[in-house]
């Protein structure tokens, strides 16, 4: 049945299957979009153009409004705290350009100025007359945060200092969060809250940007080491910060009652891309207890579900994190180690709800020389040419693929092989690297314009499990002149899956021990382009779960015909739930062999 989006989140948090996969941008300060993105976003969507409202400095986060929240499906909706990381209100807005040339909205106590470097310095609280507590590279999209770090003196050390930011909450707050809750009450959209004073040892909060004389150990690398060398100093601040937190809720509490879905408890991260900063003894010993005490109040005075933010590879961790009381946690960094989403799904699904995670950026290349690839397809009848400019399409290089990408991955697929010329040369090498650290492989070539269909294309195809050709290519690679000549040439090659499209046709699977057909009615009203990626996603989508290749097929025809339908080739771009209503498959009880 359909569900509004409070129905959909709420379904999810008990582990229940919604009607869609519930969508969150924006909520917290770990699922927000960077100001540039949400403008190209409204740029996108047609929208009104005008400055973006600048939500959280820190690291540059815009606001997204309900009209585009709207547009993008979102399901959750946030409440912040009334100061930003920088001890500012987000008030009195005025206009301000960023380095990379935007004209943006930020509060009227954003206040910065230039270093010696040309480097952007931003101010606790909007004082121009105190330390300045952040700084933005010139070359830079956000802020990194100023270490203040006063000489330390052991016998001196009191660890009220480091609880400055940490007192009972003021009728000033409570009254601004009577008003927050208010504005969302009735409101169809899951809330989440940061009611701040919950991030225990939060990295982020250690050096109190927000603060103009910070005291204490605020020093990352210092507070780190404190850990090993100070562990009771570190419990005696998240005792009585604890202590503070769950006072702060019970007055909040009576206001809110169960307006709100999700309490914001941290964003402290434990982890890196390989391993843990701590172990998980280090975790029970330390931060356990006190993150404890916060969400067992939670659950026996509300209905409300608690989050935990954590980057990295923390799978040592979770079992930990559940035993403190979490309900959710934000992201799943599926490229760390350990971080495979069908394990974790296995391991710990009916323990804990994975909330975001699944996309890495970390590897994106951002040259500001190189101009975006374009294509432009001339169709006619059946027949199209496609008027191609490579751009960023022929910027990747054998050099970029290192061992630490591929090592990220399960599966690795390569398409344009015809187009990319200066990555071509090195597939084979590429392919060897990765199924030796455990990918798989999959080749889609596409059209060679130069009709000359070598290279090192038949040391490529020897390295390949999946290929995926139309049929017109199939014949031209092999030199055969039909698909049952073709297919004994790419098994002999050692391709073990064979796909091959063969447009309104439908298309067909060959392995040496199967063979598997697919024609679905032809669609109409669209074109052809996108459709054979498509069917690639389709296809790898349903065998990296471990589909059965007839199903597989079924998936990938379908994902073809759907943008078929529609001109441009995303439009009509299903999602899971679209698949599993037209093809029936369940991908809940589907295996993971792959």
Known sequence: MDMNSKQRVQQSLKHQLPDK??????????????????????????????????TEPYQMLGEIDAELQQLMG????????????????????????TFWGQEILVPELFNTRLDENGDLLIYPEGDMKARPSGKMPKTGFFFDAIIRQEPIVESLLDPE??????????????????????????????????????????????????????????????????????????????????????GNLKKIAAIAGNTIDVLYVCGTDFGTQNSTFCSPETFDDLWLPYYRKINDW????????????????????????????????????????????????????????????GVDTQHVI?????????????????????????GSLNAVFPGQINDDLLRSARHLHHGSYFLQTNLRPAIPDIFTRARSFGLSTSL??????????????QQSLALTDIF????????????????????PVFQGMGVAITAIKQGEAGAQIVTKGERHT??????TGGDSIGTGDSFDAGFLSGWLRGLPLKQCLQIACHCGKEVAAQVGGIRSQPDWATIIELTGINIETAGNSQ
């Not at 519930?22 to 969507?45: A, C, N, Q, W």
């Not at 959750?76 to 350009?97: C, H, Q, Y």
């Not at 933010?309 to 799943?332: K, W």
Request: charged share 25%; proline share 6%.
């Open 161 to 246: 200092d480091n609880l400055e930011e940490f007192r009972p909450v003021s009728e000033q707050t409570l009254n601004y969060w009577k008003d927050q809750i208010n504005s969302v009450k009735g409101s169809d959209k899951a809330v989440v809250a940061n009611f701040g004073g919950t991030g225990i040892g939060d990295i982020a909060l250690v050096p109190a940007p927000f603060l103009k004389n910070p005291k204490g150990i605020r020093d990352i690398t210092e507070w780190y080491m404190s850990l090993v060398l100070r562990p009771d100093y570190i419990r005696t601040i998240f005792d009585k910060q604890s202590d503070i937190a769950v």
């Open 468 to 487: 995926l050709p139309n049929e017109q290519e199939a014949r031209l690679i092999s030199r055969t002149s039909n698909l049952e000549d073709a297919i």
């Open 21 to 54: 996969v519930p969508v969150d941008f924006g909520s917290t300060t770990v699922t927000g979009i960077h100001i540039r993105m949400i403008e190209k976003l409204r740029d996108h969507y047609g929208l009104e153009k005008r400055p973006v409202k600048l």
């Open 518 to 523: 697919c024609a679905l009615p032809a669609s």
């Open 366 to 390: 951002v040259d500001p020389c190189v101009k975006t690839g374009l294509g432009i397809a001339l169709c006619q009848g059946n027949d199209r040419a496609i008027l191609t400019y490579l």
């Open 298 to 357: 939670v659950h026996a005075h509300t209905a409300w579900k608690t989050f935990k933010h954590s980057c990295g590879a923390v799978d040592t961790l979770i079992h930990h994190f559940i035993e403190a009381g979490f309900d959710i946690l934000n992201p799943v960094q599926i490229t760390a180690k350990g971080m495979d989403p069908v394990m974790l799904k296995e391991k710990y699904g009916n323990r804990v709800v994975f909330w975001g995670g």
């Open 74 to 97: 979102i399901d959750v909706i946030g409440l912040s705290p009334p100061d930003n990381m920088f001890g500012f209100a987000s008030t009195g807005w005025k206009e301000f350009r």
């Open 444 to 457: 889609d070539t596409n059209w060679d314009p130069a009709e000359k269909w070598n290279g090192t294309l």
